[in-house]
C-alpha cells in the first residue's frame, strides 16, 4: 500500500492522538482534505462508501479482492464500504480492527494496555497467545528477534496476517492458527516473552456473552488454562505476561488470591499490579459499559440487564470488578512463590492506565 504510506494518512490519524477514535475530530477535519488523503480517510475512518474504481485506485486490484475476501470491505450502495474496520496507528503500527458489537478482530483499552506494559524481550523469542488482529505480537517485535502470535478463530488470524504485511513485519512476525491448546501440543520451545490477553470478563451463567470477552464465571477460565499449559515453556529468564478482569469487594481483591494460587500451583513466582478497581452498580463507567454489552448479547432491556448483573455478583458475594496486569517468573526449586501485589487503585483512579 504504497499509496497509503505516501498519502499523509498517519500524519493526519497521529494528528489526533495514538490509538485514537475521535471519530467527530475525524470527521471535522477531513472537510479541508482532497485527493487520495481524503478518500483514505473516508473509507478507513469514516466508513464512507467509495466508488470500486477509487478503492482500486487507492489499493490496486489485489489487495481490493483480498480485502473483501477477508470480509474488511463490503459491498454497500454499489460501491464498497468498510465491513465496521478502520485502519488506525498504534504504538507506530498500523492495525486494522473492527469496532461493533460483536467485534471478530477485537481492539480496545485492554489491548493498548497490555501493549504498554508488556516487557521487552530484547533479542529473544515471543509468544502471543489469544493475539488477535496482532498489536501485542507487533510491539514486542520491536526487541525480539522472533514472534510468533497464536489465534483461534481463522477470520481473525487472517486479519493478523494482513496487519503483519501491511506493517513490512513478515520476516519476524509470523500467526499460528490454532487455539492454545492445539499448539501446546504441536510446540514444545521456549519463549522469552509469553504474552496473552485473555477473555476476561466474569460472566453470568446462562447467559451469552461476546467470545472475545467470555472469561467464565470469575473471569480467569482462559487465564487458568494458558497458564497451567505454558508455565514450564518459559525461559529461565524469561516472562509471562497478561491483564484480566477479576472480582472481589472494596478493598478486599480476591482475584489477588486466586492469581498466587495459580502461580504457587505451576512454579511461578512474580507481582500483581491491582490498576483499578470498579463498583458493580448503576452509573459506573465500568459497569454500564460491561451492561451494554450483556444487554445486547442476550436482547435485553438495560434495566433488566443491570438487574440480572447486580443480583448475580451480590449473590456471589462481589461488589467490585479490579483490574490488573501480572508478570511472572519461574521460581527456582526450594525458593517460596510468592505474588508481590502493587495496588495502585488507593491514590489513581482510572481504567487500564496508571
Known amino acids: 500500500m504504497q499509496n497509503l504510506q505516501d498519502s499523509g494518512y498517519r500524519q493526519f490519524y497521529l494528528s489526533f492522538g495514538d490509538s485514537n477514535l475521535r471519530t467527530v475530530d475525524w470527521g471535522d477535519a477531513a472537510r479541508s482534505l482532497q485527493g487520495q488523503l481524503r478518500d483514505l480517510v473516508g473509507l478507513f475512518l469514516l466508513q464512507e462508501t467509495l466508488e470500486r474504481g477509487s478503492v482500486t485506485a487507492l489499493l490496486g486490484e489485489e489487495l481490493v479482492e483480498e480485502f473483501c475476501s477477508a470480509n474488511i470491505l463490503c459491498s454497500r450502495k454499489g460501491g464498497l464500504a468498510c465491513n465496521d474496520f478502520y485502519l488506525i496507528v498504534s504504538r507506530s503500527f498500523y492495525l486494522l480492527c473492527q469496532m461493533n458489537a460483536r467485534p471478530w478482530a477485537y481492539f480496545g483499552d485492554d489491548s493498548i494496555a497490555l501493549a504498554t506494559l508488556q516487557s521487552p524481550a530484547r533479542g529473544g523469542r515471543v509468544l502471543d497467545l489469544c493475539c488477535g488482529p496482532g498489536i501485542q505480537s507487533f510491539v514486542a517485535s520491536t526487541h525480539a528477534r522472533e514472534v510468533t502470535g497464536v489465534e483461534i478463530r481463522p477470520e481473525t488470524w487472517r486479519i493478523a496476517e494482513i496487519n503483519s504485511r501491511l506493517n513490512g513485519l513478515e520476516e519476524r512476525v509470523s500467526f499460528c492458527n490454532k487455539s492454545a491448546e492445539e499448539f501446546a501440543k504441536a510446540d514444545s520451545g521456549e519463549y522469552d516473552l509469553i504474552l496473552f490477553n485473555p477473555p476476561l470478563v466474569p460472566t453470568v451463567p446462562g447467559y451469552r456473552y461476546a467470545f472475545v470477552g467470555d472469561g467464565g464465571p470469575d473471569g480467569l477460565v482462559v487465564t487458568r488454562q494458558i497458564v497451567e499449559l505454558y508455565h514450564d515453556r518459559v525461559s529461565a529468564e524469561g516472562h509471562m505476561e497478561f491483564i484480566g478482569m477479576g472480582l472481589g469487594r472494596k478493598d ?13 500451583k505451576n512454579g511461578l513466582q512474580g507481582r500483581i499490579h491491582l490498576l483499578s478497581q470498579h463498583p ?21 432491556d438495560l434495566d433488566v440487564a443491570r438487574s440480572v448483573l447486580v443480583e448475580h455478583f451480590q449473590a456471589a458475594g462481589y461488589d467490585y470488578f479490579w483490574l490488573f496486569f501480572v508478570s511472572l517468573q519461574r521460581a527456582p526449586k526450594r525458593a517460596r512463590r510468592n505474588l508481590s501485589t502493587i495496588d495502585l487503585t488507593k491514590s489513581i483512579w482510572g481504567g487500564w492506565f496508571v
Open 280 to 300: 458493580i452498580r448503576a452509573h459506573c463507567p465500568v459497569f454500564e459499559a460491561y451492561t451494554l454489552s450483556f444487554a445486547v448479547e442476550n436482547g435485553l
Open 252 to 264: 478486599r481483591p480476591i482475584v489477588a488470591a486466586e492469581l498466587s494460587k495459580l502461580a504457587r
